[in-house]
């Protein structure tokens, strides 16, 4: 059997391209399988985690290491900076970008990630949503401030139960931007989320990560444990003068927000990232298992598997 390393020598541009996209709950084991893929295939790797993206955040969003980074061309990590404005639809096109390039030269390319919108974004492209009432988000906003996310969670499970339990619940704008199309269209956020796939120059082979739920919640908490030793509270220090910003409110960050402004303990927000880090897994898993086409593996499996079975789905 050839090896893709042997096969990449051939004219690319007579040949099918594939994007091998890996996905999984948070502390799976995504990016490790990721490079081993990488260097099999002789190729290079895009970077779907929207928290990675971010340079000033290193140790919460668990990003490759300086070690990982140099065994395979990465794209998309640490690119942007917290004071960005960068959406998933701007990730869409960057990303189609890169990949028109990259396939150039190589007839495979892998993606990775756990933001599962920013997926699709890029297998399925972003569905079309309905013109909103531009006073709905100023008033949510005001709510948000007044009330707290939980009442706008409430109010999105209330509203869109679907929409409630599969995007990220604890990111304010996505909340909003869900309410808002609900509001408006009088629809359910989720009822949009049914576009038909856009035209991709490539074909898409999924493969998931996954492990027993008892498992997975070890390792989540075990990688917190590592976070904090690695100095985690140091880099959220740093940014505490820009907590406002919408890419620190996220796991990890925010719950250290409030030791350092001297609302909580630092045990008690080391057991919040873990009990909100497992509970932001269980939705990655209830988001991905949409997908039938998707091959899982568990994440002990060895690697001559998944390769072989990646390569009889590309002959299929």
């Known amino acids: 059997m050839l090896s893709f390393a042997i096969i990449v020598a051939i004219d690319c541009t007579m040949m099918s391209k594939y994007l091998i996209a890996i996905v999984g709950p948070t502390a799976i084991g995504k990016t490790a399988?990721?490079?081993?893929?990488?260097?099999?295939?002789?190729?290079?790797?895009?970077?779907?985690?929207?928290r990675q993206f971010y340079r000033e955040m290193?140790?919460?969003?668990?990003?490759?290491?300086?070690?990982?980074?140099?065994?395979a061309p990465h794209h998309?990590?640490?690119h942007k900076s917290i004071e960005d404005n960068y959406s998933?639809?701007?990730?869409?096109?960057?990303?189609?970008?890169?990949?028109?390039?990259?396939?150039?030269t190589r007839p495979v390319v892998i993606m990775v990630g756990g933001s599962g919108l920013y997926v699709d974004a890029v297998t399925?492209?972003?569905?079309?949503?309905?013109?909103?009432?531009?006073?709905?988000?100023?008033?949510?906003?005001?709510?948000?401030?007044?009330?707290g996310l939980e009442a706008l969670q409430f109010q999105l499970k209330q509203l869109d139960t679907k929409a409630y339990e599969t995007i990220a619940i604890d990111n304010p704008h996505r909340v909003i931007r869900a309410l808002e199309v609900s509001i408006s269209s009088g629809k359910p956020y989720s009822s949009f989320l049914t576009s038909e796939t856009k035209q991709r120059t490539f074909e898409t082979?999924?493969?998931?990560?996954?492990?027993?739920?008892?498992?997975?919640?070890?390792?989540?908490?075990?990688?917190?444990?590592?976070?904090?030793?690695?100095?985690?509270?140091?880099?959220?220090?740093?940014?505490?003068?820009?907590?406002?910003?919408?890419?620190?409110?996220?796991?990890?960050?925010?719950?250290?927000?409030?030791?350092?402004?001297g609302e909580w303990d630092l045990e008690f927000a080391i057991s919040e990232i873990k009990k909100n880090t497992r509970r932001f897994a269980k939705r990655q898993l209830t988001w991905f298992k949409?997908?039938?086409?998707?091959?899982?593996?568990?994440?002990?499996?060895?690697?001559n598997q998944v390769?072989?079975?990646?390569?009889?789905?590309?002959?299929?």
Do not use: C
């Not at 140091?234 to 910003?245: F, M, N």
């Not at 390569?311 to 299929?316: G, N, V």
């Open 205 to 261: 082979i999924t493969i998931g990560v996954t492990a027993d739920r008892e498992l997975i919640y070890d390792r989540i908490n075990n990688r917190v444990d590592v976070m904090i030793k690695d100095g985690l509270v140091d880099e959220v220090e740093a940014l505490l003068p820009k907590k406002q910003l919408n890419a620190l409110n996220t796991v990890a960050y925010k719950e250290l927000f409030n030791v350092l402004e």
């Open 88 to 104: 998933v639809g701007a990730f869409e096109r960057d990303a189609i970008a890169q990949l028109d390039q990259l396939f150039k």
């Open 290 to 303: 949409r997908n039938k086409d998707t091959l899982w593996f568990d994440t002990e499996t060895d690697i």
């Open 124 to 147: 399925k492209g972003l569905d079309e949503f309905p013109e909103v009432n531009p006073k709905i988000r100023p008033d949510l906003n005001e709510k948000l401030q007044s009330e």
């Open 58 to 71: 290193s140790i919460g969003t668990a990003a490759p290491t300086k070690t990982e980074l140099a065994s």
């Open 33 to 50: 399988l990721s490079i081993k893929l990488a260097n099999y295939f002789n190729t290079e790797i895009i970077s779907a985690d929207s």
């Open 76 to 78: 998309f990590i640490h």
């Open 307 to 316: 390769i072989e079975a990646i390569e009889l789905a590309i002959k299929a």
